[in-house]
Structure formats: structure tokens, C-alpha cells
């Protein structure tokens, strides 16, 4: 009989195949025992609605002859006429429009193999030679399909009795790259098995070697014995009331490799146009690579308890990127001869609802779990801020309710929500301050008399909690204040008008003071939010100290500057003696050099020149001891 010739796209498949550089070949036993489950699925969906169709203990076989180097991949399926031969494996991409060629040019080899595979074809990556025998439930007839190159295949009858399929791999010699030999041994099989097939619903046979007690103590013999060795329901595929905490907990620590229990666990089933599974877990630490690139993001994606690829980032949002799991779809086909774009379109569908799942659950334990909610929030919430600030505040509606602050409110967390619900009547903004601890925010001279006049002010102990704000801008119309900017207004109209008048009343000293600072300062001015403390350095709306601070700690500044506001006290002791020493025409400019120095301290900044303002001081304290 003649070679039959495969067809354009397949020969190019093939080539790609049987000289395939892709490193992971261990997925052709994924595809064959898939196809083998496919066709097992067809012949039971037959015999459901035809009763003369026989099922016959649906199974697949796994079989080594370690001499021979074959490895046989057995089912009871359906199988194939000698049309089905000739249209399945002779041709791929026979299915739908998708053009095999134009998502080679597009795409690597690796993408292709890697994310959905091949099927059958894949085969080839392992062995040089392949036999398919095979006959279909309805016919007496029985085929040998063969093939040993991609130049083409023959198909003969064959005496095969039972219906179903036979794949035998002649399994390729070793080379330098690759142990070929792996696929011949069982225990390797095994772990094939359990790592990309464990989940198939009919049993997977083997002879497996297994040692056995003797009479004799302490003596065992070798047996084979023919077992299953998938373990045929995935955990996140059963009833949900059948599973115990502590099942979900133990199949998150292995298969996720972490040794603390997962904080929360989301497994959910959705029915609809795109159908699919979750088991998703919050974790309940941060794992220490978090917060780098080393992290993997991404959920583990099955389709059809197959499988398919790990770290799948097209299954969540980056925002989420915390959330562990799972996703096992029966809507996603598992190989390329479906188009490509619809795949994409049925996977962002599945994100869309996991986002939105995974939101709604951080909303339910927020409301009624709070005391989980915050422990959560310790680890991860800075990650849901850098989400509302990323990417211009693309995400910020979804994340806003989500994030937490504490506050002066009893140093506890609060979200802006509570805040709001809770702001004093004539309080138009939402103030914050930002500090490296709340101790020290506690100290800062500008905070004592907003506090003193029952305004709550939210901690801001996180460098990306300022640049959120600058995006989110607002909370249901009330703006963020920072009170270690200049533009806080909580001051009635009478002391703003006291101070607007104080300020005209000093212009003259005012002055003096910038001009001895130099350019240092961008304005000096009286204040009237200081209590007890006489300077504080703020900045204008726009880049504040803190994000200036920030930025240059990255290298990011691009020589980008806060405005630098000295504020001074005008009820304070200090300024008072100030313009008593200036009245009685005595020089200012040290003293004016020691409040900026520690103004820049109490903000928590280094200052410029610790040997000057040392001398200073000194200076100041032997005349004062005179
Ligand atoms: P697919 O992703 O469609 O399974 P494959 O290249 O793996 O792509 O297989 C092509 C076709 O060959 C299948 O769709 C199926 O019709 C047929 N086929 C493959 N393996 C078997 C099998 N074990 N039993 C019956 N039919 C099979």
C-alpha cells in the first residue's frame, strides 16, 4: 500500500515536532491519555442514548516492554474507522478555520506546545515510529495506521477484536539532551501520570512492581500487579459538602508549597456560556518573594480535569496577583485546531468572573469576618493600593472599598467608607498624614490641632499610599488632604483672616527669614494649624517631601521637587522672643538656619549640613550660658 502524505500544515507540525527543541516532551502522555479520556467520553455519551451501544468497562491502559522500547497506550474508546484515520491523524487543523500556518509566523513553537498542545502529533516528540491500532464500535473491521516520518503514513487492515484504540510509541534511542528512556519506566510513568493526568475520570491502568511481606519476617518479593494509578476525581470536582477544611487545606499546602494554611478558600462552580471551576485560596502569609520579580503570578488552568499549564496570568487580574488556585474549564478544548481568538475570548470571560468573584469575597469577609479581613489586609494590602495607583487608577473603582488605613481613630484600620461616615459635619476633606511610623506621625507638629478639633486623620506609614491618593484624588467627592501640605484647610474663616493679617502684619521679618535661608525654602510664612510645637515644613499641593523622598530612594526623581513651605507658629514663645531680637535690629539668619534644620527633623529628614547646624547650636548655648 502506498505512503500516504500528510498534509502541508501537518508535515510542518511534524517537522516541528520530531526535531522539536520544546524541553518539555513529558506532555505527549497528557495528550494521548486525553484523547484516550475524549474518546472514551463519545462512546459513553453513545451508549446513553442508544441502548444496543455497549459500554465495556471503560478504561486506559498503560503497557511498557522495556525490550522492545514501547510504550502502548490502550483505551476502549469509541475508535476510528478508516475515514476517521485518514481525516484525525492525517491532517491536522481539519476543525474550524484556524490557520495553523499564520499562528506559527505569529507565535514560537514553545507557545503553541506549551499552552494548549498538540494532541496526537505530539507524540513524535518521543518516538520515531508510531502504530495506531484501532476499531470502531460500530465496525467489523479493524485498521493499522503507521507512520515513522513526517514524510507520511500507511493505514492496513489489521485483526484487532475489541473496539477501541492501541497507541504503541517505538520510543526514540537516548541522546546527549534527552533520557528518552524515562518514558519506559514505570515509575516515571507514574509520576507523569499523577502530575498531568491524575484527574481523568476513568482509571488509568498499569503493572506496577510492588514488594510484598513473606511468611518469613523481614523478607519481601516483588509482584506485579495491575493498578490504577490516577486517582480519577480532583478534590475541586467533587460535592462541595463532601469536603472537609482540612482536605482543602492539605491540597493547598501541596500543591502550592506553602507550610501555613491558606487564610480563606474560594471553590465555586459557574454554569453559563463559559462554564468553569475554581478552587482559588488566599494565602495567609506573603510569600518572601512577593513583593519581587521572582514571584510567580497566575492559576493553574485544567480543562476538563486535564492538566494544561501552570502560572496562567490571562486567569486574574495583576491587583489579585496574591490569589492561589485553580481553574478547570470543559469549555476549553485542548488543542490548536480550535481558533486561537476564541480561546483568548473564553479565557478573559473566565477572568472577568474570577475578578469579580475574588472581590466579592474580600467585600463579604470585610463586612463580616473584619478581625481575617485585616490580617489579610497586612500582608496584601499594600498590593491592592499599588493596584488603584497603577496604570493611571485604572483599577481604582474596583479596588477603593477594599483598602484600609489606620488612623488616629484609635490607631485602628479603617476604610474610607467608615472614615467618611464618621466625618465631622462642617469637614469637607479627607486628611491624611504621612509618616514612616505612628508614633512618629503622632509627634508631628501639624497634627495636634486637627486632632484637638475631633478631625480623624487617616496614617499614611506606606511609601505607596501617598501617590494613591494623588490618583484616586478624591473619596465620594471629599479630596485627600495631607496634612503635611500647605493646602489643609480646617481653620475657621475668622482664624484664617487672623492669620492672613499676622502674615501682612510680619511681612518684614518674614522676609529676612527666607532671605537667609535662601533657596533652601520656597516661601516662609505664619501659621496658624501649629499648637505647641513653633515650625513645621510642608509642601504645596502637588509632589509632596514624603513622595520626593520616595522617588529619589528609587532613582526616580528626575530632579523633580517638592515646594519646601517653612511654617512657622506666630502664638509660640519662639517667635515671639524671634521678632523681639529682630525689632531690636540683632541679626536672625542663625537663628532662622536652626528652625529650618529643625523643622526638616521633626518631618523626619536628614538635614543638610549636621556639622553647621551643630555649631550652631553649640554657638547659641554658650551665649546662652554666659
Ligand atoms: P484533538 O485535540 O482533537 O484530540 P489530536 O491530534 O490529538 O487532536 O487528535 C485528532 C483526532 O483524532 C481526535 O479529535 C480524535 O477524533 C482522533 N483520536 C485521537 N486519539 C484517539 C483515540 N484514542 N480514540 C479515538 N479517536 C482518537
Same mark, same amino acid.
Given at each position: ?10 508535515k ?12 518539555n516532551?513529558?506532555?505527549?502522555l ?36 522495556h ?21 484525525n ?17 505569529k ?8 499552552q494548549?498542545?498538540?494532541g ?14 484501532? &476499531?470502531?464500535? %460500530? $465496525? ?10 513526517q514524510?507520511?503514513? @500507511?493505514?492496513? =487492515? !489489521? ?67 495491575? &493498578?490504577?494509578? %490516577? $486517582?480519577?476525581?480532583?478534590?475541586w ?8 477544611? @482540612?482536605?482543602? =487545606? !492539605? ?41 519581587t ?14 492538566f ?41 470571560a ?53 483598602l ?5 481613630f ?43 478639633k ?30 503635611n ?10 482664624e484664617?483672616?487672623k ?15 527666607k ?19 513653633p ?10 517631601l ?6 529619589s ?15 512657622i ?25 536652626v ?19 551643630t ?6 548655648m ?5
Amino acid at each position: 500500500m502506498a505512503l500516504k502524505k500528510f498534509k502541508t500544515e501537518s508535515k510542518r507540525l511534524l517537522d516541528l515536532m520530531a526535531n522539536s527543541i520544546y524541553t518539555n516532551k513529558d506532555i505527549f502522555l497528557r495528550e494521548l491519555i486525553s484523547n484516550a479520556s475524549d474518546a472514551l467520553d463519545k462512546l459513553h455519551y453513545l451508549a446513553l442514548t442508544n441502548t444496543d451501544i455497549k459500554e465495556d468497562d471503560p478504561k486506559i491502559e498503560l503497557a511498557v516492554d522495556h525490550s522492545g522500547r514501547i510504550l502502548t497506550i490502550k483505551d476502549n474508546g469509541i475508535g476510528m474507522d478508516k475515514d476517521d484515520l485518514d481525516n484525525n491523524l492525517g491532517t491536522i487543523a481539519k476543525s474550524g478555520s484556524f490557520d495553523f500556518k499564520e499562528a506559527l509566523n505569529k507565535q514560537s513553537d514553545v507557545d503553541i506546545i506549551g499552552q494548549f498542545g498538540v494532541g496526537f502529533y505530539s507524540a513524535f516528540m518521543v518516538a520515531d515510529k508510531i502504530s495506531v491500532k484501532t &476499531r470502531k464500535y %460500530n $465496525s467489523d473491521k479493524a485498521y493499522l495506521w503507521q507512520s515513522s516520518s513526517q514524510d507520511g503514513y @500507511e493505514i492496513k =487492515d !489489521d485483526d484487532k477484536e475489541d473496539v477501541g484504540t492501541e497507541i504503541i510509541l517505538h520510543i526514540k534511542e537516548d541522546t546527549k539532551e534527552c533520557n528518552y528512556s524515562k518514558y519506559l519506566d514505570e515509575d516515571e510513568l507514574q509520576l507523569l501520570v499523577k502530575k498531568y493526568s491524575d484527574y481523568i475520570r476513568y482509571p488509568i491502568k498499569m503493572d506496577v512492581e510492588v514488594s510484598k511481606a513473606t511468611e518469613k519476617e523481614g523478607e519481601t518479593r516483588t509482584e506485579i500487579e495491575n &493498578r490504577t494509578i %490516577n $486517582s480519577m476525581q480532583p478534590l475541586w470536582r467533587k460535592n462541595k459538602k463532601d469536603i472537609k477544611e @482540612e482536605d482543602y =487545606d !492539605d491540597f493547598y499546602m501541596q500543591n502550592f508549597y506553602d507550610y501555613n494554611k491558606p487564610l480563606k478558600t474560594i471553590h465555586y462552580s459557574v454554569e453559563g456560556n463559559t462554564s468553569y471551576t475554581a478552587l482559588l485560596y488566599i494565602p495567609s502569609k506573603a510569600p518572601y518573594n512577593y513583593y519581587t520579580t521572582d514571584y510567580k503570578l497566575g492559576l493553574k488552568l485544567y480543562s476538563k480535569g486535564v492538566f494544561i499549564k501552570d502560572e496562567a496570568k490571562e486567569l486574574v487580574s495583576d491587583y489579585f496577583r496574591f490569589i492561589r488556585g485553580l481553574v478547570d474549564s470543559d469549555d476549553l478544548s485542548l488543542n490548536i485546531s480550535r481558533e486561537l481568538l476564541q480561546q483568548d475570548h473564553q479565557m478573559s470571560a473566565i477572568k472577568k468572573s474570577i475578578d469579580k468573584r475574588i472581590k466579592s469575597t474580600l467585600e463579604k469577609m470585610l463586612k463580616d469576618d473584619r478581625a481575617n479581613y485585616e490580617k489579610f489586609f497586612a500582608e496584601f494590602g499594600a498590593q491592592l493600593k499599588f493596584g488603584a495607583y497603577e496604570n493611571y487608577g485604572q483599577n481604582k473603582d474596583v479596588l477603593v472599598d477594599l483598602l484600609l488605613f489606620k488612623s488616629s481613630f484609635e490607631d485602628q484600620y479603617v476604610s474610607l467608607k467608615e472614615y467618611v461616615s464618621r466625618m465631622k459635619e462642617d469637614q469637607k476633606d479627607i486628611y491624611y498624614a504621612v509618616g514612616e511610623s505612628i508614633d512618629k506621625i503622632k509627634a508631628m507638629p501639624q497634627i495636634e490641632r486637627l486632632l484637638d478639633k475631633g478631625y480623624e486623620v487617616l496614617y499614611f506609614l506606606e511609601n505607596v499610599d501617598e501617590f494613591m491618593a494623588s490618583i484616586l484624588m478624591n473619596y465620594e467627592d471629599h479630596p485627600f488632604k495631607s496634612i503635611n501640605k500647605g493646602d489643609v484647610d480646617f481653620e475657621s474663616e475668622d482664624e484664617k483672616e487672623k492669620t492672613k493679617k499676622e502674615n501682612e502684619d510680619n511681612k518684614d521679618i518674614l522676609t529676612t527669614i527666607k532671605n537667609a535661608l535662601g533657596d533652601k525654602v520656597d516661601e516662609v510664612r505664619l501659621s496658624s494649624r501649629l499648637k505647641s510645637h513653633p515650625v513645621c515644613l510642608v509642601s504645596d499641593d502637588g509632589l509632596s517631601l514624603e513622595m520626593e523622598q520616595v522617588l529619589s530612594d528609587m532613582n526616580q526623581n528626575a530632579g523633580i521637587k517638592a515646594k519646601r513651605i517653612l511654617e512657622i507658629n506666630p502664638d509660640h514663645d519662639l517667635f515671639k522672643s524671634l521678632r523681639k531680637t529682630f525689632e531690636e535690629k540683632e541679626a536672625i539668619d542663625d537663628y532662622a538656619k536652626v528652625l529650618y534644620d529643625q523643622a526638616l527633623l521633626i518631618a523626619g529628614f536628614k538635614i543638610d549640613d549636621p556639622v553647621e547646624y551643630t555649631k550652631l547650636i553649640s554657638d547659641l548655648m554658650v551665649k546662652a550660658m554666659k
